[in-house]
């Protein structure tokens, strides 16, 4: 038995660097699968992560493209019913304008006087839209507000002083719609 025991320890001593080196080549590869297995992983969650941050971009993407939709259909409708508004407010104007050009038996005055009414009935509306006219005769001239389109030179008149009007100017609160055309003076 003493021959076998020493059969055993002298191939136990043959092999062990052998071994040796399979348990560490072993060792070296169950590192690199952890590795493999930890990278797999940390690959997986990177994935779930991106693949649920493109959900949510495309998700606001398409709220946001809802959000626009709406907006603009919004404004549409609302620039839709002020034109209703202001059309349903000058209607009565026209209607006023048909009675008179279809009134054949009326006289020059009865006309002048229709249509001084129909002004008046005109500009009243325009005042319940928040329209202001502006360019009346001794104003000051502002190049802002007003079209100087002639300049005359008067004494009796004072600096940048607004002689006439040739066309009143409008302006809806701080909104210039039209400037006045005027004529001033020194």
């Known amino acids: 038995m003493e021959k076998n025991e020493e059969k055993d320890v002298v191939q136990q001593t043959t092999e062990t660097p052998a071994a040796e080196e399979k348990t ?10 952890k590795k493999v297995d930890k990278s797999a992983e940390e690959l997986a969650k990177l994935q779930d992560d991106y693949a649920a941050l493109n959900d949510r971009y495309m998700r606001v993407l398409a709220e946001y493209d809802n959000f626009r939709k709406r907006t603009q259909k919004d404004l549409d409708s609302r620039v ?14 026209v209607d006023n304008f048909e009675r008179a050009a279809s009134n054949a038996d009326a006289d ?14 005109f500009m009243e509306i325009l005042g319940s839209l928040g329209v202001e006219e502006f360019g009346a005769p001794g104003d000051t001239f502002d190049p802002n507000l007003h079209n100087g389109v002639m300049h005359v030179e008067d004494e009796n008149l004072g600096e940048n002083e607004i002689t006439d009007v040739f066309m009143k100017g409008y302006k809806l609160g ?13």
């Open 108 to 121: 020059f005055e009865t006309y002048r006087k229709g249509i001084e009414m129909i002004a008046k009935q």
């Open 80 to 93: 839709s019913h002020t034109k209703v508004d202001v059309l349903s407010k000058i209607l009565p104007v």
């Open 24 to 33: 560490a080549k072993r060792e070296k590869t169950e590192k690199k699968s």
């Open 174 to 186: 701080d909104k210039l719609i039209r400037p006045a055309t005027v004529k001033v003076a020194n």
